[in-house]
């Protein structure tokens, strides 16, 4: 099978790409790299000419909600039109759990995207998962006041990215599939105490506060609406094991 990954370098795209390899596809990266723009639309017939599946993981870094519709209805439109011209037969696109029943900030965008491709054209199959092991890492520091560093109060059920990109690869395998079965993880965690503890893992051992975010999104942080419901395919790796790979890199770096 011909795969093309959108974000193929990013958390998750570059574990797709890794998944798709090791089981004898062939994958294509989109990127400007190899010279397709994502935003433009710019190579992208081109590139997908000949290709059974595309898998969109790609992602921006912002919490406005605004920003965040924009690339996602400009890159999952400029994706579909050149499917349609291509010939793909399979869209897939990775979505977060909750995004649909709390459109706020960051998650406005992945809601928008679901509802362009399921209206889109091209056979589609949408893979909602929680927030990555990496998330912890990803916001530690963000905001800072001397060594306190704070984090929104919130709950969350945290999956290995690994694990996501390789679910991915087996969806396209399946073929179309509409909503799949939510992803997540085995445990349900404090945000506080995962960043705590991938800052106790850096060598970090300044203050974590939680801070309670405003507004619906905030609520739903805390409220458990951003977890998995029955019937989500569950996770191995625990974010302890992916703090203990942590360690042993630094350790034998």
Do not use: C, N
Request: glycine residues 12%.
């Amino acid at each position: 099978m011909r795969i093309a990954v959108a974000g193929g370098t990013g958390t998750v795209g570059r574990h797709v790409v890794d998944a798709a390899r090791r089981r004898g596809h062939e994958v294509t990266t989109l990127s400007r790299a190899t010279g397709t723009d994502l935003t433009t639309g710019t190579g992208l017939v081109e590139a997908l000419r000949g290709t059974d599946a595309v898998i969109d993981a790609t992602s921006i870094s912002t919490q406005s909600a605004k920003a965040s519709e924009t690339f996602f209805r400009t890159v999952t439109s400029h994706l579909l039109e050149a499917e349609r011209s291509a010939g793909v037969d399979h869209h897939l696109a990775l979505s977060i759990v909750g995004s649909d029943r709390a459109p706020f900030g960051y998650y406005a965008g992945k809601a928008a995207q679901e509802r362009l491709v399921s209206a889109g054209g091209t056979p589609w199959t949408i893979l909602r998962a929680t927030q990555f092991h990496e998330f912890a890492a990803q916001i530690y520091r963000q905001i800072a006041f001397g060594p306190i560093s704070l984090v929104p109060k919130m709950i969350s059920q945290p999956v290995a990215a690994r694990g996501v990109g390789l679910r991915l690869v087996e969806l396209a395998e399946h073929g179309p599939s509409g909503h799949a079965p939510d992803l997540a993880g085995p445990e349900v965690l404090r945000m506080g105490d995962m960043v705590r503890d991938y800052a106790r893992a850096t060598g970090d051992t300044g203050p974590i506060w939680e801070v309670p975010l405003p507004g619906g999104f905030g609520r739903a942080l805390r409220d458990g609406t951003l977890l998995a419901g029955p019937g989500a395919t569950l996770g191995t790796q625990t974010f302890g094991d992916w703090i203990a790979d942590i360690t042993t890199r630094k350790d034998t770096a």
